[in-house]
């Protein structure tokens, strides 16, 4: 046997510095988390919210404008919302809903919102979200909401019609979709299995690169691959996570038809939970209304958001379902209810409307 190179000296030096700084970085860790837990004490006792994103936010923020590198910030910010989301397990861990199973962009915008110690619940469907996070089986939920190329995700708005919860923040994701498979070839793929918006996002790669193959519409992508897992001729569109979780290969990365396509997801919780977020001067505030089924109705709708200089950053219309051609109508507006020319312009809203519900004000994630 040849013998073992011997290290340069320079890098053992070096690789001990790194030893003495770990040994220091888990010494001061430590300390943060049982300062942490005592917090938790006090929170316990006050009956105050354990998690506060407008608190997260602002010791990252923080923490970024003091780095000097040569670390770069969005890494400095990760590290930190782990670190954070450690020492609120310690607390109080948070339980929070999402589309499952594993290796979703539900997932993904959970973790990237609440960190990786988030004790997360996973949901057959979005309608399971809604209904976790009303019953308080958990205390967060997540849900997609739209996508830029696909539009909304209609069963989202039609859920939020009824539910109790309301929405208190949004995780902007860029997506990434890969054709999946347990062979490394597009060769005799005979069915394609992902989320309807995802085979909607990849229509045009599939028409060019797999024609014959159906495309099957199910759950989620995360259960698109755990099912072609299971069966030599299909094939999956999912993220890399999926595919790893699920032993596939990619047999073609990045094959959603627009380079840039993001999906918004929406962060619900009951108010009892967590009550409406301070405004930060970048707010959404999102509404559900119907209007009288007259002439000039969708005008006086408009009417009193021109009039306080609020602009409308989303109109989405979805049938009432009463028979009567009758819509309710999901608007974003830019701005937050404590801002005085928001609230008279939600005044005089709620007086033209027939129905009028305020599903949440939060920060606006770019």
Request: charged share 20%.
């Amino acid at each position: 046997m040849p013998p073992e190179p011997v290290a340069n000296p320079a890098l053992l030096d070096l690789r001990t510095q790194i030893d003495s700084l770990d040994q220091q970085l888990l010494t001061l860790l430590n300390q943060r988390a049982r300062v942490a837990e005592q917090v938790g004490e006090l929170k316990r006792r006050e009956g105050t919210p354990f998690f506060r994103p407008d608190r997260v936010a602002q010791v990252i923020a923080k923490i970024r404008g003091a780095n000097q590198g040569p670390l770069k910030g969005e890494h400095v910010a990760a590290i930190w919302r782990e670190i954070m989301s450690a020492c609120l397990a310690l607390e109080s861990p948070q339980r929070v809903a999402v589309l499952g199973p594993e290796g979703t962009f539900c997932e993904q915008a959970a973790i990237e919102y609440f960190g990786g110690a988030a004790d997360l619940i996973y949901c057959s469907s979005f309608d399971e979200v809604f209904h976790a996070t009303a019953s308080g089986g958990a205390q967060y939920g997540v849900v997609g909401v739209e996508n830029m190329t696909e539009g909304v995700v209609t069963r989202s708005l039609d859920l939020f019609l009824h539910t109790p919860t309301h929405v208190v923040g949004e995780v902007s994701l860029l997506i990434r979709h890969n054709l999946v498979r347990k062979q490394n070839s597009l060769e005799g793929i005979e069915a394609v299995l992902a989320h309807p918006q995802a085979l909607a996002q990849c229509q045009n790669w599939l028409n060019k690169h797999l024609p014959q193959a159906e495309r099957r519409a199910v759950s989620s992508n995360a259960e698109g691959a755990r099912l072609a897992a299971e069966n030599p001729a299909w094939a999956a569109i999912c993220s890399e996570r999926a595919a790893g979780l699920f032993g596939h290969h990619i047999v073609a990365h990045a094959v959603q038809d627009e380079a840039y396509n993001r999906t918004r997801f929406a962060v619900i919780c009951l108010p009892q939970t967590m009550a409406m977020p301070p405004v930060t001067g970048r707010d959404c505030t999102s509404l559900i209304v119907s209007v009288p089924n007259k002439p000039g109705a969708m005008h006086d709708l408009l009417v009193p958001l021109k009039t306080h200089g609020v602009s409308m950053t989303r109109l989405e219309s979805r049938p009432a379902r009463t028979g009567q051609w009758e819509y309710y109508f999901y608007i974003d507006l830019d701005g937050h209810p404590s801002q005085p020319h928001v609230a008279a312009a939600l005044a005089e809203l709620r007086q033209i409307c027939a129905f009028f519900k305020m599903i949440g004000a939060y920060p606006i994630k770019t």
